[in-house]
């Protein structure tokens, strides 16, 4: 056995046994791993607060090299995101994100992309371009995005009229099937576009370029979903709140 520090989110929790829980976390080095935290269920627990998801924290973890799940001695919380925790819709955006980063696979720049990610929701009111952004990211890291530099099919720059899921990106007048592509118009093909080719790291100056949609989070969703084999549950969610709010 081996202690060690590691640094990590926290992306999910479960029950137990009677007092103790199981917490899912991407780290910065490791990986994702799962921690056994003892006692955290008990009222008088000093590590409850830490086992919740959003939580940023360095964790002190007894390492057993036989086994795949190690266990969670204490924890000191780095960043608790409670703006995310106090809002029910960037909670649902945040859940979208950890379901996302856990059924990926990880890389050494995993942890620094979910982190960044957190930091925008948490400071930031723009939920439509960030979700849709971290959606775009993801399809870049797993070299699935789509083609928006012209017609996938003919590679004309000119009368783009469409977005072709069954194609991988835009398509033409000529090349537009009505039954498997969607048109959009100019202003969203353009946002289409914006989202392929923007870089995380520009969110904000994305943001603030035009108003973002409901829309825009589900062009680049479709694609991740259909190309990545990953469905995200949590998206259920989501989609309600947007019901509710009727957008």
Known sequence: MMNKAIEGIVLGNRDYREHDGIITICTQKDGIQSLVARGVRRISSKNSAVVQVFTHARFFVDFHE?????????????????RIRADLEKQAVGS?????IEKSDWDEETFAFLNQALLYLDQSEEQYALLALFFSSMNRKLGIEPYADGCVRCQRSDEI??????HGGFVCRNCYNAQRDTRYDKTDLKSFRLLCHAPFSQYHRLAKLQPWSYEHVLMMYRFFAEYSGIRI????????LQKLSGR
């Open 66 to 82: 036989q086994h795949s799940m190690h266990t969670m001695r204490t924890a000191d919380i780095l960043n608790s995101y409670h």
């Open 233 to 240: 549950q949590s998206m259920r969610f989501f989609n309600h």
């Open 96 to 100: 979208v994100m950890l379901e996302c």
């Open 161 to 166: 009229c469409a977005i072709s899921l069954y």
